[in-house]
């Protein structure tokens, strides 16, 4: 979506952040959701793993990828 000069990416954060080109990107903002404080009912949604380690993990792959 863009909004003027701006463009908006949804879905999955690793899955979009894979299909970039490489330093294509200025700035990065996010807000990762509490270990198991939230339900958003989507599949695979980060905050929602079985333990803190594996909660861990995966904002690890997360921001191996904004790297």
């Known amino acids: 979506m863009r ?3 701006a463009t908006l990416l949804t879905g999955d954060c690793i899955e ?3 299909s970039m080109a ?7 903002i ?6 198991g404080l939230r339900d ?5 949604q980060i905050g929602l793993e079985h333990t803190p380690d594996e909660y861990v993990a995966k904002l690890v792959k ?6």
Do not use: A, H, L, W
Request: glycine share 6%; with cysteine; aromatic share 14%.
């Open 3 to 5: 909004i003027g000069d």
């Open 16 to 18: 979009v952040m894979v």
């Open 22 to 28: 490489e330093k294509s990107i200025q700035t990065c």
């Open 30 to 35: 996010t807000s990762p959701p509490y270990f």
């Open 40 to 44: 958003y009912n989507n599949d695979g």
């Open 62 to 67: 997360v921001f191996s990828e904004v790297r």
